[in-house]
């Protein structure tokens, strides 16, 4: 599969390489084909780049290396939606927003997104009743910045 993206240009990549989402991202409710890539200069911060929309690329990372008790639990129904049979199977990344009137670094981890490995199915997950923050803001800026990288993530914020 060949398509466009506005940050990284035109990309192959193979079919099998497709992450579908069996339900939406929250506020890209259109969107349901993407790709996770990685850009060895802003590891490890990964995108999740629209195969419909290039101008649609998601900074995303997962939330266990910035916030390391991170630590949920998927509702049973949504492991079943996403056919998942082992928790090894999962992969959690978070949304990562740099505000664009300040430097502040932020991620929502009451959202995950749980991609299922084998299928390549993946499901933004709304954990109600959750104690993990919304806006879950980076207490020292600068090391975050340095970590996900400020151009980076200033590039699709």
């Known amino acids: 599969m060949i398509f466009d993206s506005v940050r990284f240009g035109e990309i192959e990549v193979d079919d099998d ?3 579908e989402f069996i339900g939406p991202i929250l506020g890209f409710e259109h969107h349901q084909k993407f790709v996770l890539l990685d850009e060895p200069e802003v590891r490890p911060l990964q995108w999740l780049q ?8 998601l900074p995303v990372i997962e939330p266990y290396l910035l916030v390391p008790e991170y630590d949920i639990e998927v509702p049973d129904h949504e492991v079943e939606a996403l056919e998942l049979a082992r928790a090894e199977d999962a992969c959690i990344l978070c949304i990562v927003v740099l505000a664009k009137d300040s430097d502040e670094v932020r991620m929502n ?5 749980v991609i299922n490995l084998c299928s390549r199915t993946a499901k933004q997950v709304v954990l109600s009743g959750s104690e993990q ?11 975050a910045m340095d970590m996900v990288g400020k151009e980076a993530v200033g590039a699709s914020a």
């Not at 923050?133 to 090391?143: K, L, M, N, V, Y």
């Open 133 to 143: 923050p919304i806006q879950f803001r980076f207490r020292d800026e600068t090391a």
């Open 50 to 57: 629209s195969a419909d929309d290039p101008t649609l690329c």
């Open 109 to 113: 981890l009451c959202a995950p997104i």
């Open 17 to 19: 390489s497709c992450i």
